[in-house]
């Protein structure tokens, strides 16, 4: 045999081998998961391969965003019944397969679950290092979380965890509150500058957004608002790259085929933000660490997070900016549309926050806690609005529940906004804004306490809890302190999900300087 026979024949070996793997992986691996599921008792939807039930989901999708994107919608007509809007095809699947089910992104097989006694049952006994993250989304959020804590697991994921938590403590997260007050006072004065010359509609979504961003950039990084800027808009600008293309999550190679353009815009992206954060990190790491800063890698350094890599800080730091701040910044956003409705409760907070603060309008850091109505608020909007509008695991062993094995390897898709909505857990009222079922009871009157999770569950539960109930407080008392506000005629109501739960048109309220 030649050596040009010898080549070819290599050549087509390895062609055939990884024919093989590609038919195994994408074919035959799904079948046999399907078929597994099926055994085990999992019904729902027949997926087409290699679309899986993408095609469906989007179907549902644009059918319901051309009924509610054409009309305005007056004050009365704001519904907050909006799972069928915001999930069109489970809320379908659901009345055919009822809440627990599965159905198909590509070839990825997943379990969805909108019952919480179900969600109970699986995660007794499941630590939060137990629990993994679905494949498909650690390779579709690479440029976004990398191995940052919401990303990676095992004992890795205990590690990060245990090198993060103390950063976020009550008395850590109470530095940062002078660069929310500094950053919220920068947005209101614009507010007021811009009813001033006589605009008084504002698009307060996309100016939270921003603020947020600001935020969490300064939070996180502590650097100057320039640098923070820098860093900040390439985050957003990636964040919109990725998530305004149609997504073909799952679908082997999916995205790298059919939204080539702006997988590769995402990834250069991410590659010019590494580098940033990359020389941020390192220069802190030469200086000795200043105590007085507040900022979360001065906390990560000052404590243990020396342990932590330079590429794996850059991980967290991005989490941090991508977990946290479009969450809170849109947990704003939908107070003030619901307080914008409800301008008896707008009255009450303002009320509340002159008994707490006193008449000067300065936040007092540690009297934040004495806002108590302000957090029935607060939880009331994330029942009706969660920005985070699933929590998504993947088994990592076999996992009974009563008679039905989720086996492992399994991806699970659990839908807040249906349990958030559904009656048989809130009663008749469950689509009202009623915060006061919040009063005397943190699950909201919830009949099951695993019915009420927009922080997610157990061990994984949200790191950033305290952070965001704290700028959350602060945010909402500023504005309250110097504006009132009411819903634009321009505004429609469609909350739709990019990643988060968003209002898909901005959210312009008309605003009045106090
Ligand atoms: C309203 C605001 C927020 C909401 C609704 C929210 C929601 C969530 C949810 C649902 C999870 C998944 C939990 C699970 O899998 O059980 C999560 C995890 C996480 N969040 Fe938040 N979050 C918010 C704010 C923040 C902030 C401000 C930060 C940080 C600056 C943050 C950082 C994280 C991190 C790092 C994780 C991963 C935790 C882990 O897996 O150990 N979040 N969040």
Redesign the pocket.
Known sequence: MTFIQFASMLGMVTILFVLCKVLYSWWIMPKLMFRKLKANGFEGPKPNFPLGNINDMKKELMMKRTCFTSSSSSINEISHDIHSLAFPYFATWQKLHGKVFTYWLGTEPFVYIADPEFIKKMSAGVM?KT?GKPTVFKRDRKAMFGK???MVEGDE?VR??HI?TPA?TTANVKGMANLMVDSATHMLDRWARLIDSGNAEIDVESEIIDTAGEI?AK??FGISYEECEKVFKKLRNMQVTLFKSTRYVGVPYGNQIMCLKETLKAHNLGKEIDSLLISIIEERKRKSVDRTEHD?LSLLLAGNGRMLSTREMVD?CK???F???E??A??LAWTLLLLAQHPEWQNQLREEIKQVMGDDGEIDVTKLVGLRKMGWVMNEV?RLY???PN???QAREDIKVDDLVIPNGTNMWID?VSMHHDKTLWGEDVNEFKPERFKDDIHGGCKHKMGF?????????????N??MM??KIVLSLILTRFSFSISPNYKHCPSIMLSLRPTLGLPLILQSL
């Open positions: 939060g629990w940052g804590l919401v994921w990060h965890r993060i976020f969490i939070t996180s979360l967290e989490t941090f900016f977990g946290g701040h969450t809170t849109l947990a994330l969660s920005p985070a929590v998504q695991r807040v999770m927009p922080f997610g569950f157990g061990g994984r539960m949200c790191i950033g809890r952070l965001t700028e959350y």
